[in-house]
């Protein structure tokens, strides 16, 4: 089976088929013009990942704080991350990096994106 892409690694966007086997094993990647792009696509392909970004609640404002994990996770744990995130409360003062939830699904802490004073 053939699956083509678009590399999104660097700036050069380059096009991408790679090939899998009835296992769903990639045996080959073309059009990549770095390295970087044939692990992208075996990555994609078999394990894709995300960085996700939301918001949650304030217990002290009105405002909501931006956070983001702080490595991809599974693409396919994405949703459940959410849920779990409308159950979370930061009090402020909160500093960029400071961890919200650590270890979410042993993945990956989810972690402040902005100073709230």
């Given amino acids: 089976m053939k699956k083509e892409l678009i590399c999104i690694v660097c700036p050069m966007g380059c ?5 899998m086997n009835e296992k769903g094993e990639v045996v080959s990647v073309t059009g990549n013009t770095c390295p970087r792009g044939k692990v ?20 002290n404002r009105t405002a909501l704080l931006p956070v983001k994990t702080n490595r991809p996770i599974s693409k396919e744990k994405m949703m459940e ?27 990956a802490d989810v972690i402040a994106a902005a100073d709230v004073e």
Avoid: K
């Fill in 15 to 19: 096009a991408l088929c790679a090939e």
């Fill in 40 to 59: 992208y696509a075996e990555a994609e392909l078999t394990h894709p990942t995300r960085t996700l970004t939301s918001t949650v609640r304030m217990s």
């Fill in 81 to 107: 991350v959410m849920a779990m995130l409308r159950d979370v409360r930061a009090t402020a003062p909160v500093h960029i990096g400071d961890v919200v939830l650590a270890n979410v699904l042993g993945e």
